[in-house]
């Protein structure tokens, strides 16, 4: 059964400041997506990572991906109050298929505080 | 990027009613989800649906029942609503050969 867990579950952080949030998942997957929840809202895409080494950015938000250590990285760098949300990573059920069922992480609730 | 809608987004209702849960999308996307959220939890896929004619259980057991009879449409109900199923319930859809998925705005359903 695949497992993917994210910690922190909960993160503080001050402005400014940089910190990183891990993804762990429990078998082969050659794809992982990291999605962001405001408070009540649905998720909105953040990035696609979809091989070994993927790196991608986008504004103050970095994600990696390593297939070999089953690991995806979200780093926030100088955190600014909108980044506030919960981010969930998830992986695909099925590798080197294309089902695209996804299974998600129980999500990081990130406050970003002046 | 997809149009996905959902209604009502805002459901109150008793215990032992039926109910369904409308999805419509405007892409012609092939698959299509419902996943079940409590507040501040993660996400449990409960149907899935591939192409017309196609749907599939998902990981977390349900109650509820789904049909695909047309593309843009995938209808969720509940035939007698329980307490328990009060959650936020998100629909999403990707296209075939693609592996993002794209959500709808959600469902916020409490059964009292």
């Known amino acids: 059964e695949l497992k993917v867990e994210q910690n922190p579950l909960f993160l503080s952080m001050q402005e400014g400041k940089n910190y990183t949030i891990y993804c762990n998942y429990s078998t082969t997957s050659d794809r992982l997506y990291w999605y962001r929840q405001d408070p009540g809202k649905s998720l909105e895409s953040l990035f696609v990572?979809?091989?070994?080494?993927a790196v991608k950015q986008e504004g103050r938000l970095m994600a990696s991906l390593d297939t070999k250590a089953r690991l995806s990285t979200l780093h926030i760098t100088a955190a600014v109050h909108d980044l506030s949300a919960t981010y969930f990573c998830?992986?695909?059920?099925?590798?080197?298929?294309?089902?695209?069922?996804?299974?998600f992480g129980k999500g990081t609730k990130l406050s970003v505080k002046p | 990027e997809a149009d996905i809608y959902q209604t009502p987004r805002y459901l109150v209702i008793g215990t032992g009613k039926k109910i369904t849960l409308e999805c419509s999308q405007t892409m012609g996307h092939d698959k299509m989800y419902w996943y079940q959220q409590d507040p501040g939890m993660e996400l449990h896929l409960i149907h899935y649906?591939?192409?017309?004619?196609?749907?599939e259980k998902g990981d977390l057991s349900s109650e509820s029942t789904v049909s695909r009879i047309r593309t843009e449409h995938f209808p969720l109900t509940l035939e007698s609503a329980r307490p328990s199923h009060t959650s936020q319930y998100l629909c999403?859809?990707?296209?075939?050969?693609?592996?993002?998925?794209?959500f709808g705005p959600g469902t916020r359903l409490t059964v009292t």
């Open positions: 999403a859809t990707s296209f075939a050969g693609a592996y993002e998925q794209y």
């Open positions: 998830a992986v695909d059920l099925f590798y080197g298929g294309s089902q695209g069922n996804l299974i």
């Open positions: 990572l979809l091989s070994n080494g």
């Open positions: 649906s591939y192409g017309v004619n196609s749907t």
